[in-house]
């Protein structure tokens, strides 16, 4: 009995040894990835926003008591549209005594061109006329005078109505002028009708404050009034957030920040829409680096933004910052340091694994760019298997 498990004990550790050398011949079995030739697109992955480039925020400019609120948060407005109605009663009445006080302004000097100045030109002629007639008269009793006929108190008399016809000449004509179109009653009624009409103008305005239009096309993100509210200067009331170009606001990694460049196409997708992808371009690049997170601050044009877009979406931005047409690409997990002065990986020679120093690029979507040290079709063990340069492998079927 001892005999035979001697034997069965020396059968089984034949065979162990045997199967540790048929080991060590052939090599340690392993899957390989295979160096390929392929365009590569380099991208950098990053989250953000959906962001018009500006928001306008609407309030008050008076303080009364809110009527009418006829939109809704969430809706589309035109450009004019009614948003906001508040009492207006008393800037109505103010605007019709406006109108009033243009219309006296108005028939003043209409007054002035059509009667007085008419009126005046009358009086000029017939004071004209007077002075003519006293002047004649004068003229009689000077000859009379010289010849005996009358006394002096007579021509003291024809010489104070004289005198008397031509103040009244005079004063005459100062009136006419004063109240034609370069004469000063002329100007001051055109002056009372300028302020007039500019008071109406200010009066309308301030009419126009009770109503709070939309000063652009767009869509109201936010509304925080209510009819019978009183509002006052100073308070939002609502946001606007006008067509026009829609961007995403996006944080980049300040390591990235190298790659960028303005003008980059990007392709992104709502966080609601994963699965409908836009196209965008690289806009704006902030030159500061936000010292807390580590990231700077890209913004992105979206040409033709797609319908479900809406403000404050969270979206998903792949920008695209290198392409090349015919790269050598080796899988990033076959690459040990990648990040390293001397990245290298583990190339299959003859069914041996030969460690071969390489030069590195750019690295995306699990492929490496090697720049130089391999070619296609090259075979390369993962960086996860740990074996000495000159080690025997054993190559399964692997991933490409």
């Given at each position: ?36 030739r392929a365009e590569f697109v380099q ?216 790659h960028l460049v303005l003008g980059q ?133 692997a991933a490409p």
């Open positions: 009995m001892v005999a035979k498990q001697w034997i069965v004990t020396g059968g089984v550790a034949l065979v162990l040894v045997g199967a540790a050398g048929w080991g060590l011949w052939h090599g340690t079995s392993a899957a390989a990835y295979t160096v390929k991208t950098i992955v990053a989250s953000g926003h959906v962001e018009t480039p500006h928001r306008i925020d609407l309030g008050a400019q008076l303080t009364a008591n809110v009527t009418a609120v006829p939109v809704a948060e969430g809706q589309r407005v035109e450009r004019g549209q009614l948003l906001i109605e508040l009492d207006g009663r008393e800037l109505q009445a103010a605007v019709r005594a406006a109108e009033a006080q243009r219309a006296q302004a108005e028939a003043k000097l209409r007054q002035l061109v059509e009667v007085q100045g008419p009126v005046a030109l009358l009086a000029v002629r017939q004071a004209q006329v007077n002075l003519d007639n006293a002047r004649a008269q004068y003229q009689r009793q000077s000859d009379l005078f010289r010849q005996g006929f009358i006394g002096q108190a007579a021509l003291d008399d024809a010489a104070k109505a004289r005198d008397l016809a031509e103040a009244q000449w005079s004063g005459a004509v100062k009136q006419a002028q004063s109240e034609q179109p370069r004469g000063s009653d002329f100007a001051l009624a055109q002056a009372n009708l300028e302020a007039a009409r500019t008071a109406l103008d200010a009066a309308r305005v301030r009419e126009s404050y009770s109503r709070i239009t939309a000063p652009a096309a767009g869509v109201l993100i936010a509304r925080a009034v209510e009819p019978g509210e009183q509002v006052a200067p100073g308070r939002t009331l609502m946001t606007l957030s006008p067509e026009g170009l829609t961007q995403l606001v996006v944080q980049v990694d300040e390591k990235n920040l190298r196409p990007a392709s992104a997708s709502a966080e609601a829409y994963p699965e409908r992808r836009f196209d965008a371009r690289l806009a704006y690049v902030n030159p500061g680096i936000n010292a807390q997170t580590g990231a700077v601050t890209t913004k992105l044009d979206v040409p033709q933004p797609p319908p479900e877009l809406r403000q404050d979406m969270t979206v998903s931005v792949n920008i695209e910052v290198a392409r090349r047409p015919q790269a050598v690409l080796a899988p990033s997990d076959a690459v040990h340091d990648p990040g390293s002065p001397r990245p290298w990986v583990l190339r299959v020679e003859s069914k041996r694994a030969r460690r071969v120093d390489i030069q590195v690029g750019a690295s995306s979507g699990g492929w490496t760019e090697v720049t130089a040290g391999l070619q296609p079709g090259d075979r390369l063990l993962p960086a996860s298997i740990t074996l000495r340069d000159g080690a025997r492998v054993r190559l399964r079927d």
